[in-house]
């Protein structure tokens, strides 16, 4: 056989010289860059986050050299350099600013560093195959000397979350584990096997035998759902703890997390608040994920173009079913109560229904415009689109319910994900799930899907709960913070103003307002400022007592500034409508209904 010479690996190299300027540097160094001179680019979105991103905008210097000598750099769009011929080596260096405190970007100063990899490192174009180096560095300030590191990256040459040598398969290996730097704590479970890292950075207090023993369950539940062994054999959870925050992007073998610092448990502790329940709810819906987009995902996504909008329909199942199965996965281990699960059900029922945008935009339409809609909200987006995370989860309930019933509770959507994870390396396209459901079902259930995912209807949620003995009550909102799910024992408004409003120190400026409602109907729009209602100022607590006294039809004379003019309006307060949702099991079809909740 003729010699088979190894491609040499890309070497890439990542420090900081000071962290509080918020700048890393990083080198590439490519011993065979192209002849014709070598392109050099950065993703402008990130996998799991649908909108253009343009990290580029955050490089701020670049040079390249060969031999000791410099070389032309020439950028051919926002995101692509050109670097001019040479022979031997290719050195690039270049400089990212870092200052997005997010799961998406990178962020940099005397606290702590992290980084995803779409963020910090170009690809070099026509070698994207190829393994990749990289030498991650501790940042030269004295401050920095008990930092630590961690990856989820493979280890070449480093301790245990020491800084030094790592290394991917591919581009694509190496931008997709983050990395934290810093004076982080790190706890350790096991689950099925296979070890876990939970990386806490930041300020707090935390019961952290009850956060491992609910993770634990949560992870171990997930990977039984889809069957033994996981498709890792090691995890982190890198979460950032900061006074108010909430959000996640999953990876290949972490998720990178935010949350307020009392969202974690409390020492001493030991009811469970809706603040540990949604982070505990993050931190399921982003393990799902390991699954449910990470390794089944749409075929368009294999592989992922990172310059520009690659368009599907089906987020509504990658994200939309991730968030049916989160929640309920709280409720199958054991983490939260059947009350719990079925308030947070009533919720997103609720945020559905809320919204006019649900009756103008299918869960298909939503999963193709996230680019453009979803991730760019105004404060017209409860009017005009609905989220493909919330109409998704109904439809995956619907679906359920539907097969439940279709079956006698012999299959379920739980056949769908698992049929869907055996046979992950496919990718799967616009048809591929409802055939799924069709051929396990044993029905044709094609119009009953078109209808669910393709028109923008409300959904048949009250005759397919029913069925299994679920009631779904509709009333009126108690006030603006009442997100449903709970039976409201005091007096309900008749009326309702039609807008959300939010205090401060002038007045009660109006977040959004709700099509044709009592506000919008006479011209009052978002960023008024309500400074008196019948000659009185009211704080948000008075007004909201007061519309609880008021009668469909009774008038308020409204003065607000629309920027620095006053204006007054005359609203005649309208009907509230039931779209608040509460769900309460019946005495009927107990055996479904635990059939449902419990998996078994």
Aim: proline share 3%; with cysteine.
């Amino acid at each position: 056989m003729p010699d088979v010479t190894l491609a040499p690996m890309i070497q890439y190299q990542i420090s900081s010289q000071n962290p509080a300027t918020h700048y890393f540097d990083v080198k590439i160094l490519i011993d065979n860059p192209d002849p014709a001179g070598q392109v050099l680019r950065l993703p402008n979105w990130i996998p799991g986050s649908y909108m253009i991103r343009d990290f580029a905008r955050h490089i701020i210097s670049m040079q390249a050299s060969s031999n000791g000598n410099l070389l032309q750099i020439d950028q051919i769009d926002k995101s692509n350099w050109r670097v001019a011929s040479c022979s031997g080596q290719l050195c690039v260096e270049y400089q990212v600013y870092a200052r997005d405190l997010s799961v998406r970007g990178a962020h940099l100063d005397h606290t702590h560093g992290y980084y995803n990899g779409t963020s910090v490192f170009l690809e070099v174009l026509g070698q994207a195959d190829r393994a990749c180096e990289v030498l991650i560095e501790k940042p030269a300030a004295d401050y920095c000397q008990s930092w630590r590191l961690a990856t989820t990256l493979q280890v070449k040459d480093a301790e245990a979350f020491g800084f030094g040598l790592y290394e991917a398969k591919d581009y694509d290996d190496l931008i997709d584990h983050p990395v934290e730097i810093g004076d982080f704590h790190q706890c350790r479970f096991e689950a099925c096997g296979v070890p876990h890292d939970i990386i806490l950075t930041g300020r707090f207090n935390c019961d952290e035998d009850r956060l491992l023993r609910d993770l634990r369950s949560i992870c171990e539940h997930h990977i039984r759902f889809f069957g033994e062994p996981a498709p890792v054999d090691y995890y982190q959870f890198q979460v950032l703890v900061v006074g108010d925050g909430y959000g996640g992007l999953e990876h290949r073998s972490s998720t990178s997390l935010i949350c307020s610092r009392d969202s974690l448990p409390q020492p001493g502790e030991t009811t469970m608040n809706e603040r540990y329940r949604d982070f505990l709810g993050l931190c399921s819906h982003e393990y799902f994920h390991t699954w449910n987009v990470k390794r089944i995902k749409p075929a368009v996504f294999q592989p992922y173009d990172l310059q520009q909008e690659v368009y599907t329909e089906l987020l509504w199942a990658f994200e939309g079913i991730t968030s049916y199965y989160d929640d309920l996965a709280l409720l199958r281990c054991g983490v939260i109560e059947q009350t719990d699960y079925l308030e947070l059900l009533g919720h997103t029922i609720t945020r559905v229904l809320r919204g006019k945008g649900s009756a103008r935009q299918s869960a298909a339409a939503s999963s193709f415009n996230a680019w453009t809609r979803f991730y760019k909200q105004d404060e017209n987006a409860q009017n005009a689109i609905v989220s493909y995370y919330a109409k998704g989860c109904l439809i995956a309930l619907c679906i359920d319910l539907k097969m439940r019933s279709l079956t006698s509770g012999e299959k379920s959507l739980d056949d769908i994900m698992r049929a869907l994870w055996h046979r992950v390396a496919d990718g799967v396209d616009n048809t591929d799930i409802q055939q799924f459901i069709c051929d396990i079902s044993g029905s044709d259930l094609q119009e009953f899907l078109h209808q669910l995912i393709h028109q923008a209807s409300e959904l048949p949620l009250e005759a397919l709960l029913g069925d299994i003995g679920v009631e779904m009550i509709r009333r009126v909102a108690g006030n603006q913070s009442d997100n449903g799910g709970k039976i409201i024992e005091d007096s309900l408004p008749k009326v309702a103003f039609g807008a959300f409003l939010k205090q401060q120190d002038d007045g009660l400026r109006i977040v959004r307002t709700d099509e044709d409602g009592s506000a919008q109907s006479v011209g009052l729009s978002a960023e008024d400022v309500i400074v008196a209602i019948d000659g009185i100022r009211l704080g948000l607590d008075k007004f909201e007592n007061r519309l609880l006294l008021a009668e469909v039809g009774e008038c308020w004379t409204v003065h607000a500034f629309r920027r620095d003019e006053l204006h007054q309006f005359k609203v005649a307060l309208k009907p509230a409508a039931e779209h608040t949702v509460v769900l309460q099991l019946s005495d009927r079809q107990q055996k479904q209904q635990q059939a449902w909740l419990t998996g078994k």
